[in-house]
T-cell receptor, first 115, second 113 residues
Framework: GAGVSQSPRYKVAKRGQDVALRCDPISGHVSLFWYQQALGQGPEFLTYFQNEAQLDKSGLPSDRFFAERPEGSVSTLKIQRTQQEDSAVYLC?????????????FGPGTRLTVT | ELKVEQNPLFLSMQEGKNYTIYCNYSTTSDRLYWYRQDPGKSLESLFVLLSNGAVKQEGRLMASLDTKARLSTLHITAAVHDLSATYFCAVDLGMNRDDKIIFGKGTRLHILP
């Protein structure tokens, strides 16, 4: 079956531009996570949704970052007024159940480069 | 401060050799994951370890979890070039902490033919 998909796969933005990154989780997966992975580092948690509810956004680095999942399926991570330090790969992951299903399925990521 | 530390961060080894990657973490958890990442690719789940003493094996890779020692190991047996990749361990903080998952910095493994 289809896995987690993300678009675009690559995005180049000029500093100050707004960007929107999309994640399509596996159909029926309740929980969705966003991570930021800087070059040579491990993924770092940004935010988490259970259905349409954003239950944890403690990892968002600033108020320029905003995520939504209005219908409990597709999610969008928006970054306003991008800065160079925002350059990273943004990974989305989903799991079937909030508890009890241990494995997160990751999408291919969106590589954001801010120039 | 919660820490997930992998050791070593870089490893270059000959084909046919055995080696172990270590993952130490600083909080209580009974759920740990190992992932593989190839350059420019996303994360591929290798192992899910759900309890103390759990041991799982897949091909030349074997992972174990000691929750009392807060230590997981990923053992590579008779390495082959195809295993060259970056390996991450990740600790699940559990229900009381929103199932947040904290990743280590990764171990970049290069296997020489």
């Amino acid at each position: 079956g289809a896995g987690v998909s993300q678009s675009p796969r690559y995005k180049v933005a000029k500093r100050g531009q707004d960007v929107a990154l999309r994640c399509d989780p596996i159909s029926g997966h309740v929980s969705l996570f966003w991570y930021q992975q800087a070059l040579g580092q491990g993924p770092e948690f940004l935010t988490y949704f259970q259905n349409e509810a954003q239950l944890d956004k403690s990892g968002l680095p600033s108020d320029r970052f905003f995520a939504e999942r209005p219908e409990g399926s597709v999610s969008t991570l928006k970054i306003q007024r991008t800065q160079q330090e925002d350059s990273a790969v943004y990974l989305c992951a989903s799991i079937a159940l909030r508890f009890g299903s241990a494995e997160q399925y990751f999408g291919p990521g969106t590589r954001l480069t801010v120039t | 401060e919660l820490k997930v530390e992998q050791n070593p961060l870089f490893l270059s080894m000959q084909e046919g050799k055995n080696y172990t990657i270590y993952c130490n973490y600083s909080t209580t958890s009974d759920r740990l994951y190992w992932y593989r990442q190839d350059p420019g690719k996303s994360l591929e789940s290798l192992f899910v370890l759900l309890s103390n003493g759990a041991v799982k094996q897949e091909g030349r890779l074997m992972a174990s979890l000691d929750t009392k020692a807060r230590l997981s190991t990923l053992h590579i047996t008779a390495a082959v070039h195809d295993l060259s990749a970056t390996y991450f361990c990740a600790v699940d903080l559990g229900m009381n902490r929103d199932d947040k998952i904290i990743f280590g910095k990764g171990t970049r493994l290069h296997i020489l033919p």
